[in-house]
T-cell receptor, first 111, second 117 residues
């Protein structure tokens, strides 16, 4: 089955800095890579996703990059703001429609 | 109401109680999921239903019993739980999923915060 590793587990940055969260996956059949944000006490919500036919996708201050050869993908947040503080989960799916989630990264943005 | 809803939002139960969690999705999806989320632990997949058929049981103890009467509703029946079962239980849905299909976005409910005394 699929195995997804996510790093770091905790990331602390100053407001305005960039943040990068990295994930690796094991199943070469995976072709869909979503990222979810879970604020404290709330449900996980999709913030951006990428399919294997593209290498990068951007949406305002967030971007995701995918390297299929190396089997890794990353979330990039620029100009971080305190409201970006949350737990971020990566996931991989496609070998099975059921996604495999990473362990999560707790992002703390200090004002 | 739109999206994925869950009731109750909070539940406190004793170890000998029987209770049920309910999930309803208004998105026309065909796949529904139960996850357990404990403090400082990753999302743990428990059960998956696709077109009302259970397609995944991730080695979950029998004190958790799922039920999916139709594509819009999913229940989790709880019986003789243990304190370590205290967690946030999240329901999710996605469009559909034959096993050879590409993955789809999952839409999560708000969760039920369960405390077992």
């Amino acid at each position: 089955g699929e195995n997804v590793e996510q790093h770091p587990s905790t990331l602390s940055v100053q407001e305005g800095d960039s943040a990068v969260i990295k994930c690796t996956y094991s199943d070469s059949a995976s072709n869909y890579f979503p990222w979810y944000k879970q604020e404290l006490g709330k449900r996980p919500q999709l913030i951006i996703d990428i399919r294997s036919n593209v290498g990068e996708k951007k949406d305002q201050r967030i971007a995701v990059t995918l390297n299929k050869t190396a089997k890794h993908f990353s979330l990039h947040i620029t100009e971080t703001q305190p409201e970006d503080s949350a737990v971020y989960f990566c996931a991989a799916a496609g070998g099975s429609y059921i996604p495999t989630f990473g362990r999560g990264t707790s992002l703390i943005v200090h004002p | 109401e739109t999206g994925v809803t869950q009731t109750p939002r909070h539940l406190v139960m004793g170890m000998t109680n029987k209770k049920s969690l309910k999930c309803e999705q208004h998105l026309g999806h065909n796949a529904m999921y139960w996850y357990k989320q404990s403090a400082k632990k990753p999302l743990e997949l428990m059960f998956v239903y696709n077109f009302k058929e259970q397609t995944e049981n991730n080695s979950v103890p029998s004190r958790f019993s799922p039920e999916c009467p139709n594509s819009s509703h999913l229940f989790l029946h709880l019986h003789t739980l243990q304190p370590e079962d205290s967690a946030l239980y999240l329901c999710a849905s996605s469009q559909d999923g034959p096993r050879d299909r590409e993955g789809d976005t999952q839409y999560f409910g708000p969760g039920t915060r369960l405390t077992v005394l």
